[in-house]
């Protein structure tokens, strides 16, 4: 399970409400009536203590280069989840099981920046439980259709819904405002999320297909730190080229369970493999998580 | 006072001379606040807490991680134990050293009770130091390598380097070893008396090794502390006998010559000044162990449980008379027991330096996964270790009760001097 879950539910309701008046989405009905909550602190406080400089015009290039990057995944996003979609719409089972893995990844890659933008993490991407039963939508629950109850008849629409906050989530990052401190704990909060519920095989209980999750979130790590790389590099050339041979190090131990264009499914891996794949990326994310040094002074 | 300053001493940890700085500044009353006091007011131990050595430094001390010797090897017991084993990760001998020169700046400052390394002041920046040892006292905290045979397989070009008495243990009878608890190219054991201490270097280490080493096993132990028995009198294993009671005084230089310490003499000479470490995860079966009688506790140790003194003895440390027959002709201390095994007819001795450990339970059974994390020192396994596990395997009516389900034979480094690093005389 994905830490942006712990949370109280006070900041997910500030977040929407935050988020929904400023983009007028047809879903305020459910959140405007709640009563203010308590100031989403574990969110706003840090930011406030340590907000990132303004960034050098160097940063602000990396920054426009993700940015523009994060858009390119969002329109693939959609074009793949409205194919998945279509499929489960049309009652076809096999392909639907075939695209679902494929069309998660491009939101696996930008998950932080899906997380930043208030509800659509827990639309898209819930898992049975970590949302109450009658509010649970998305990718998750057409898994579970697709894979535990072998039924898709009465999912059209979460289909639709699901297709819809996709498409919701493109427009809103044109205008996320992203900046350098956002793209270093981001790059760290992926490969957590594969620490977390991926190499543990947790995130895709039904389809067991983990490692598209697990392999598009290290890309997703990967992109981050190839348009900051020039500016570790700057800083710190040891720590980029440790971050470099990193990845290279996780990228072999994942080879093994490339499996045509996909990978394998969970259940297939051994024991000692996951936890070679579990070093691997401790090894990674330990450097990592030291990019903030382009932040210093 | 400024805090800031305030701050910066309670981070650093203070040494004695730290606090008397400090007190002629703003007065004794202001440590309180800093978290300082134990490294201050901690009273000595009434007397030493071990029967091998004597202890020099106050409970929260230092003991010196430069030296001749590796220091956690004669060094009096410490309360707890905390012991990982590390395989290399890293292709090139150049990474490997590179991590043992880290290693030693960290483990040396660690000593200290210093912070792994100095704080960065970028906010966007991990901690440089994990930060649970902050503020706490030195805590006699000692950090000991070794090295595995297989740190001198074909990877590093080091195999003509493998030290002879480095041996592959061979199968000792009543050996149940689990993958998961055996072996490693490295072995890293942290003594200190606080756990807290103990687990944060090991865990400093293990995260610098990141990239370069991975662990294999972590076992963590304790003994019954010096504020539970400050007369030092000998610790009892979770069996509840007095275990250690026959060491070997490592404290007199020509014992611990002669049973710990390799020399210049012996082969190789990169290893003078080193040792070699014996690592046995013995697994008691407590359950069973706690429904056989007194009788049969006593016979099987050849001790009495209370006062430790051998079978007919009053004193714990009277001597063995391993041939005295009772009235029926029969030996008053059974020849397969522990002690009479053990003893080699006095030819034969290792340092021991055990920790009990609890590791919850055994999921299968729902027994208790609890026993003791054997740990010994010698000169030489090949005439010292291996014959004493080889005539206890076979005979040891202990074995009835325990079962060997971790093993490592490690080349205890020598010790490195300030500027150079452990494992310096290797490679």
């Given at each position: 399970m994905s830490k942006k879950w712990v949370y109280p539910l006070s900041a997910v309701v500030l977040g929407s409400s935050l988020m929904l008046s400023a983009c007028g989405s047809p879903e305020t009905g459910k959140t405007e009536t709640k009563p203010a909550e308590q100031p989403a602190s574990n969110q706003a406080a840090p930011a406030a203590a340590t907000a990132a400089p303004a960034a050098s015009p160097e940063l602000q290039a990396s920054i426009d280069q993700y940015q523009k990057w994060v858009i390119e995944q969002t329109d693939q996003l959609v074009k793949s989840t409205e194919e998945f979609t279509n499929a489960v719409k049309a009652g076809d089972m096999e392909k639907a099981k075939q695209l679902y893995a494929p069309s998660r990844a491009y939101y696996e890659r930008i998950e932080p920046i899906a997380e930043s933008l208030g509800d659509f993490d827990p639309w898209i991407d819930a898992r049975e439980g970590d949302v109450p039963d009658n509010e649970w939508r998305g990718y998750h629950k057409l898994e579970k259709a697709l894979w535990e109850t072998k039924s898709v008849a009465d999912q059209g629409k979460v289909a639709d819904q699901l297709l819809q906050d996709v498409k919701q989530l493109r427009v809103k990052v044109e205008s996320v405002e992203i900046d350098v401190k956002m793209l270093v704990t981001g790059a760290v909060e992926l490969l957590n999320e594969v620490s977390t519920s991926k190499v543990t095989g947790e995130e895709e209980r039904y389809s067991r297909t983990d490692m598209y999750d697990f392999a598009a979130n290290v890309e997703g790590a990967n992109e981050i730190f190839k348009v900051l790389k020039t500016s570790v590099e700057a800083k710190d050339a040891a720590l980029a080229k440790e971050i470099e041979d990193r990845f290279k190090a996780l990228d072999q131990e994942i080879a093994p369970h490339r499996k045509g264009d996909g990978y394998v499914l969970y259940n297939e891996i051994k024991e000692d493999q996951v936890k070679k794949l579990s070093q691997a990326l401790d090894a990674l994310a330990e450097p990592l998580s030291k990019m903030g040094t382009i932040l210093e002074g | 006072?400024?805090?800031?300053?305030?701050?910066?001493?309670?981070?650093?940890?203070?040494?004695?001379?730290?606090?008397?700085?400090?007190?002629?500044?703003?007065?004794?009353?202001?440590?309180?606040?800093?978290?300082?006091?134990?490294?201050?007011?901690?009273?000595?131990?009434?007397?030493?807490?071990?029967?091998?050595?004597?202890?020099?430094?106050?409970?929260?001390?230092?003991?010196?991680?430069?030296?001749?010797?590796?220091?956690?090897?004669?060094?009096?017991?410490?309360?707890?134990?905390?012991?990982?084993?590390?395989?290399?990760?890293?292709?090139?001998?150049?990474?490997?050293?590179?991590?043992?020169?880290?290693?030693?700046?960290?483990?040396?400052?660690?000593?200290?009770?210093?912070?792994?390394?100095?704080?960065s002041d970028n906010p966007h920046l991990p901690p440089v130091d994990t930060g649970e040892s902050m503020g706490l006292a030195p805590m006699r905290m000692t950090v000991t390598f070794g090295l595995g045979a297989s740190f001198f397989d074909e990877r590093?070009?080091?195999?003509?380097?493998?030290?002879?008495?480095?041996?592959?243990?061979?199968?000792?009878?009543?050996?149940?070893?689990?993958?998961?608890?055996?072996?490693?190219?490295?072995?890293?054991?942290?003594?200190?008396?606080?756990?807290?201490?103990?687990?944060?270097?090991?865990?400093?280490?293990?995260?610098?090794?990141?990239?370069?080493?991975?662990?294999?096993?972590?076992?963590?132990?304790?003994?019954?502390?010096?504020?539970?028995?400050?007369?030092?009198?000998?610790?009892?294993?979770?069996?509840?006998?007095?275990?250690?009671?026959?060491?070997?005084?490592?404290?007199?230089?020509?014992?611990?010559?002669?049973?710990?310490?390799?020399?210049?003499?012996?082969?190789?000479?990169?290893?003078?000044?080193?040792?070699?470490?014996?690592?046995?995860?013995?697994?008691?079966?407590?359950?069973?162990?706690?429904?056989?009688?007194?009788?049969?506790?006593?016979?099987?140790?050849?001790?009495?449980?209370?006062?430790?003194?051998?079978?007919?003895?009053?004193?714990?440390?009277?001597?063995?008379?391993?041939?005295?027959?009772?009235?029926?002709?029969?030996?008053?201390?059974?020849?397969?027991?522990?002690?009479?095994?053990?003893n080699m007819d006095g030819k034969v001795k290792i340092l021991r330096r055990g920790y009990s450990y609890s590791s919850g339970m055994d999921l299968k059974t729902g027994q208790l996964d609890a026993g003791l994390l054997f740990v010994c020192f010698n000169r030489d396994p090949r005439k010292q270790f291996i014959p004493m596990q080889q005539k206890l395997a076979a005979a040891d009516l202990l074995n009835e009760y325990i079962t060997h389900v971790g093993s490592g034979l490690f080349a205890c480094l020598p010790g490195a001097s300030e500027g150079g690093y452990i494992g310096d005389t290797l490679f």
């Amino acid at each position: 399970m994905s830490k942006k879950w712990v949370y109280p539910l006070s900041a997910v309701v500030l977040g929407s409400s935050l988020m929904l008046s400023a983009c007028g989405s047809p879903e305020t009905g459910k959140t405007e009536t709640k009563p203010a909550e308590q100031p989403a602190s574990n969110q706003a406080a840090p930011a406030a203590a340590t907000a990132a400089p303004a960034a050098s015009p160097e940063l602000q290039a990396s920054i426009d280069q993700y940015q523009k990057w994060v858009i390119e995944q969002t329109d693939q996003l959609v074009k793949s989840t409205e194919e998945f979609t279509n499929a489960v719409k049309a009652g076809d089972m096999e392909k639907a099981k075939q695209l679902y893995a494929p069309s998660r990844a491009y939101y696996e890659r930008i998950e932080p920046i899906a997380e930043s933008l208030g509800d659509f993490d827990p639309w898209i991407d819930a898992r049975e439980g970590d949302v109450p039963d009658n509010e649970w939508r998305g990718y998750h629950k057409l898994e579970k259709a697709l894979w535990e109850t072998k039924s898709v008849a009465d999912q059209g629409k979460v289909a639709d819904q699901l297709l819809q906050d996709v498409k919701q989530l493109r427009v809103k990052v044109e205008s996320v405002e992203i900046d350098v401190k956002m793209l270093v704990t981001g790059a760290v909060e992926l490969l957590n999320e594969v620490s977390t519920s991926k190499v543990t095989g947790e995130e895709e209980r039904y389809s067991r297909t983990d490692m598209y999750d697990f392999a598009a979130n290290v890309e997703g790590a990967n992109e981050i730190f190839k348009v900051l790389k020039t500016s570790v590099e700057a800083k710190d050339a040891a720590l980029a080229k440790e971050i470099e041979d990193r990845f290279k190090a996780l990228d072999q131990e994942i080879a093994p369970h490339r499996k045509g264009d996909g990978y394998v499914l969970y259940n297939e891996i051994k024991e000692d493999q996951v936890k070679k794949l579990s070093q691997a990326l401790d090894a990674l994310a330990e450097p990592l998580s030291k990019m903030g040094t382009i932040l210093e002074g | 006072m400024d805090t800031k300053r305030l701050e910066n001493i309670a981070n650093k940890k203070l040494t004695r001379r730290d606090a008397l700085k400090l007190a002629g500044v703003g007065g004794l009353g202001l440590l309180v606040g800093a978290g300082g006091m134990g490294a201050v007011m901690m009273p000595k131990p009434a007397s030493s807490n071990a029967a091998t050595s004597t202890d020099s430094d106050a409970v929260g001390g230092i003991v010196p991680f430069y030296g001749k010797h590796q220091a956690g090897v004669i060094t009096p017991m410490q309360d707890f134990i905390c012991m990982g084993a590390f395989d290399l990760t890293a292709t090139a001998l150049a990474d490997v050293r590179k991590l043992f020169q880290s290693w030693t700046a960290a483990a040396a400052r660690m000593t200290e009770g210093k912070n792994v390394d100095d704080e960065s002041d970028n906010p966007h920046l991990p901690p440089v130091d994990t930060g649970e040892s902050m503020g706490l006292a030195p805590m006699r905290m000692t950090v000991t390598f070794g090295l595995g045979a297989s740190f001198f397989d074909e990877r590093f070009g080091l195999a003509s380097k493998r030290p002879a008495p480095l041996v592959d243990l061979p199968h000792f009878n009543s050996d149940d070893l689990r993958k998961e608890w055996t072996g490693g190219d490295i072995v890293v054991q942290v003594c200190a008396n606080d756990p807290q201490v103990a687990f944060h270097a090991l865990r400093n280490l293990a995260r610098i090794a990141r990239g370069k080493a991975v662990l294999r096993w972590v076992q963590d132990g304790f003994q019954r502390t010096n504020a539970a028995d400050p007369t030092g009198s000998t610790p009892r294993n979770l069996m509840g006998f007095k275990d250690g009671t026959n060491n070997p005084k490592v404290s007199e230089p020509a014992v611990a010559d002669e049973i710990v310490w390799a020399q210049s003499s012996d082969d190789p000479a990169w290893m003078a000044g080193g040792s070699y470490m014996v690592m046995r995860r013995i697994r008691m079966r407590i359950e069973i162990w706690d429904r056989s009688s007194l009788d049969d506790q006593e016979n099987t140790f050849g001790r009495h449980r209370l006062s430790g003194a051998p079978l007919g003895k009053t004193g714990e440390f009277d001597d063995l008379e391993l041939d005295r027959k009772d009235g029926q002709g029969k030996p008053v201390i059974p020849a397969a027991s522990h002690v009479a095994l053990a003893n080699m007819d006095g030819k034969v001795k290792i340092l021991r330096r055990g920790y009990s450990y609890s590791s919850g339970m055994d999921l299968k059974t729902g027994q208790l996964d609890a026993g003791l994390l054997f740990v010994c020192f010698n000169r030489d396994p090949r005439k010292q270790f291996i014959p004493m596990q080889q005539k206890l395997a076979a005979a040891d009516l202990l074995n009835e009760y325990i079962t060997h389900v971790g093993s490592g034979l490690f080349a205890c480094l020598p010790g490195a001097s300030e500027g150079g690093y452990i494992g310096d005389t290797l490679f």
